[in-house]
């Protein structure tokens, strides 16, 4: 675990180009993985959706990183894909056979949603931090993330409706398990703009901070508690609610059974027993 931990700090060295990731306190086993292109208003780019993946994967398999917060630079979260750029997905050379057209979107758009997906399958727990406008693709983002949280400033819209889209990156997948049926419909098919303390009411944010510096305060603040909270326990427990939300209840009890048949052998347990009797903080084991 140690040489991929160590190839995986050195390649985040190496930086990104639409994203800022850092470790801001060394004393924190938590990660900040910022959209980086304000001047944009941190537009999804197809640079975007190739280095989301990467930093996810990287982050997954580095033992120093315990909880990740997703944020984003500038006034803005997110404005959606940039689709006026190079690498446009709908863009096809003229003369291109309608088929081949239609099988390189779909294989566009396939490629999109495994980039967003690779948020919902870093092991770590993803914490959205969202302030400003959240547009489009931006929902699709943070409905991949396992916490949602938001300044009052915040507005989420899905707009594809609008442009004559259906939404295909994954909130039409994951918004109705988040919101409801209901909830999710009404933000598809109007494209209706909802304020931060709508999206609290109906459940897509947890809690809704009175500025961004609150926000980013309060979510490290969130992100360093859970970073100190046994690894393999929260890696498990983000493992069991997902997969436990696609199946049903008896088949998620009996997943959980299994789960911590293997798992409930860890030095964590008794390391967590030992220090509540002691009265003391855990000290639990290492990646």
């Not at 999206?199 to 809704?208: D, F, N, P, T």
């Not at 360093?224 to 939300?245: H, N, P």
């Amino acid at each position: 675990m140690a040489s991929g931990g160590g190839s995986s700090e050195a390649e985040l060295l190496r930086g990104f180009k639409t994203l800022a990731v850092a470790r801001r306190d060394p004393a924190a086993a938590v990660y900040e993985v910022r959209l980086d292109r304000p001047a944009q208003r941190n537009a999804l780019s197809p640079e975007a959706f190739a280095e989301i993946p990467r930093a996810m994967a990287l982050l997954d398999r580095l033992p120093a990183a315990r909880a990740v917060v997703l944020s984003a630079a500038g006034p803005h979260f997110c404005a959606g894909i940039e689709l006026g750029g190079p690498g446009n997905p709908l863009a096809a050379p003229p003369g291109t056979d309608p088929v081949a057209a239609a099988d390189g979107l779909r294989r566009a758009i396939l490629d999109m949603q495994a980039a967003l997906t690779a948020v919902e399958l870093c092991r770590k727990p993803v914490i959205a931090a969202v302030h400003g406008a959240c547009v489009g693709g931006g929902v699709d983002l943070v409905a991949a993330c396992d916490i949602r949280y938001c300044s009052k400033d915040a507005t989420f819209v899905l707009k594809e409706v609008d442009m004559a889209i259906v939404a295909d990156l994954g909130a039409l997948q994951r918004l109705p398990r988040i919101v409801g049926y209901g909830n999710a419909a009404e933000l598809a098919l109007t494209g209706r703009r909802i304020t931060a303390l709508q999206a609290k009411e109906m459940g897509l944010v947890s809690r809704v901070f009175d500025s961004k510096q609150e926000l980013d305060a309060g979510v490290a603040k969130i992100a360093k508690e859970i970073s100190e909270k046994s690894a393999l326990t929260v890696m498990g427990t983000k493992a069991v609610l997902l997969r436990s939300r696609d199946i049903t209840v008896e088949q998620g009890l009996e997943h959980v059974a299994t789960w911590n048949a293997g798992m409930l052998k860890s030095n964590d347990l008794m390391e967590a027993i030992k220090a509540f009797v002691e009265k003391r903080k855990p000290v639990f084991s290492k990646l």
